[in-house]
């Protein structure tokens, strides 16, 4: 299994399109009381790093969610497009977004001090709380 993934994806309405070639093939889940709000649940997502060629930004509203970072989305159909790591220019998209089923493993999760009892994933995963996220990527 190749650790980047070449894929795309549309949101529902087809006004914007996502393309990348740097997909880890790691999904994780983040369950921070922002995610849940955002999206009615734990957001499963991946890594596209810098390597996002998006199509119809026109159509794109972003939302300032943080000093760090914003949440984009489609002003057209509401799709959720990426959460976007300012500083580092870094984009992670939810996984459901894009054409690819095969290859993907749900191997981390995030902000698990925060997931709600009522739910849990089997996968054996590594787990971080709120405080060891912002500790590991404190200075990136």
Same mark, same amino acid.
């Given at each position: 299994? #190749?650790?980047?993934?070449? &894929?795309?994806?549309? %949101?529902?309405?087809? +006004?914007? $399109?996502?393309?990348?070639? #740097?997909?880890?093939?790691s999904?994780?889940? %983040? ?5 849940? $709000?955002? !999206? ?15 199509? !119809?930004?026109?159509?794109? $509203? ?6 760090? +970072? *914003?949440? !984009?989305? %489609?002003?057209? %159909?509401? @799709? ?5 790591? /300012?500083? =580092? ?7 459901g977004?894009?054409?690819? #089923? #095969?290859?993907? @493993? ?8 925060? /997931? ?6 089997? =996968?054996?995963t =590594? =787990?971080? &709380?709120? +405080? *060891?996220?912002?500790? /590991?990527?404190?200075?990136?």
């Amino acid at each position: 299994m #190749s650790d980047q993934i070449t &894929t795309q994806g549309s %949101c529902l309405c087809g +006004a914007v $399109t996502l393309r990348t070639g #740097s997909m880890s093939a790691s999904v994780g889940a %983040c369950h921070c009381s922002m995610c849940r $709000t955002w !999206g009615g649940g734990p957001l499963l997502s991946v890594d596209c790093a810098t390597d996002l060629q998006i199509t !119809g930004a026109e159509h794109i $509203t972003r939302f300032q969610s943080s000093d760090w +970072a *914003e949440r !984009g989305f %489609c002003r057209q %159909c509401g @799709s959720h497009l990426f959460y976007h790591l /300012k500083q =580092n220019d870094q984009y992670i998209v939810p996984v459901g977004f894009f054409e690819v #089923s #095969s290859g993907m @493993s749900l191997d981390h999760q995030i902000f698990i001090d925060e /997931k709600p009892e009522y739910y849990a994933f089997a =996968n054996v995963t =590594n =787990n971080l &709380t709120g +405080a *060891e996220v912002f500790a /590991k990527y404190a200075g990136d």
